[in-house]
């Protein structure tokens, strides 16, 4: 992963500043990883390990309405985005830092991303720079555990994913599961943003309740149909479970036996489970 000390801009500075404080005041639960790579084909890919986020809260199917995010602490807060998101540090971290891109009033995890949606993580990327990426877990079968719509953002991997290769270098990869990739229009223009998240959707046949995943950086835009967010395996209490960051071979995990489990699968025989099987390359 891309280092966070090559601070390039305030508002990420102002992310690390508070990350780093909340972590050692013990209000925010993150230790530092090395990755574990395991060899796959078409790509590699990369596991942190984080036991202290066994306690992680797991709620993604509320039906109250009440808003998820209502009562943000400022300590946690980073600045309203757009009239209608605001940008916080989340609790349970792999990465440094990890942050949410919530709306502020209510709407649910598992409906479709609206230009409201876009125009604030566009802004958010802007703001923190080209290292960064905005991943969207559509619901509890893409691997969301809040009912309240909200975005992550964390940084890129270090290592170059399947889909920088494939729109920066021109080699189209065949993936295993169904997916749309294009090149993100020049600026991360909202509006070409959300044309093309509905594009890739109408494709896909992906409609508002329909489960999948979004991953945003500032040169592309993937679009993953999910099929089911956790996969029992062959272990006990060690489910295999991932987001729209699994899908390009970043992997948080929370015991050793998840890892282990996730190696007797098949790492790719899990992200293809998760989605729907390709029959042919997207």
């Known amino acids: 992963m891309a280092s966070a000390d090559r601070i390039t801009t305030e508002l990420e500075a102002q992310a690390i500043a508070q990350f780093d404080s909340l972590n050692q005041k013990g209000e925010l639960f993150y230790e530092p ?14 596991f942190r390990i984080s036991t202290i986020n066994q306690t992680k809260p797991f709620n993604p199917n509320d039906k109250s309405r009440k808003p998820g995010f209502l009562d943000d602490d400022p300590e946690f807060t980073l600045c309203q985005v757009q009239p209608n998101h605001k ?5 349970y971290c792999w990465v440094r830092p990890q942050m949410i891109l919530h709306t502020r009033d209510f709407q649910a995890q598992t409906e479709l991303l609206t230009l409201d949606d876009f125009e604030a993580s566009s802004d958010v990327l802007r703001r923190l720079g080209e290292r960064y990426m905005v991943i969207f877990n559509g619901g509890p079968d893409a691997g969301s555990s809040v009912a309240h719509k909200h975005l992550q953002v964390f940084l890129r991997p270090g290592w170059g994913s399947v889909a920088d290769g494939t729109v920066g270098g021109g080699c189209e990869v065949r993936l295993p599961f169904e997916h ?3 090149r993100a229009p020049q600026g991360l223009q909202a509006d070409g943003l959300f044309g093309m998240y509905r594009d890739m959707c109408r494709e896909l046949s992906i409609s508002s309740g329909d489960a999948h995943n979004l991953l945003l950086v500032k040169e592309w835009m993937m679009v993953v149909p999910r099929s089911t967010g956790s996969i029992q395996g062959e272990i006990p209490d060690a489910p295999l479970q991932g987001g729209g960051n ?18 007797r699968y098949g790492p790719m025989n899990v992200l293809t489970d998760f989605g729907r099987r390709a029959s042919t390359s997207k």
């Open 33 to 46: 990883t090395e990755e574990t790579t395991v060899e796959q084909e078409p790509f590699d890919v990369h």
């Open 246 to 263: 699994a899908l390009i071979g970043m992997l948080w995990l929370k015991s050793y036996d998840q890892l282990e489990n996730w190696k």
């Open 180 to 182: 749309r990739l294009a």
């Open 87 to 91: 940008l916080i540090l989340n609790k």
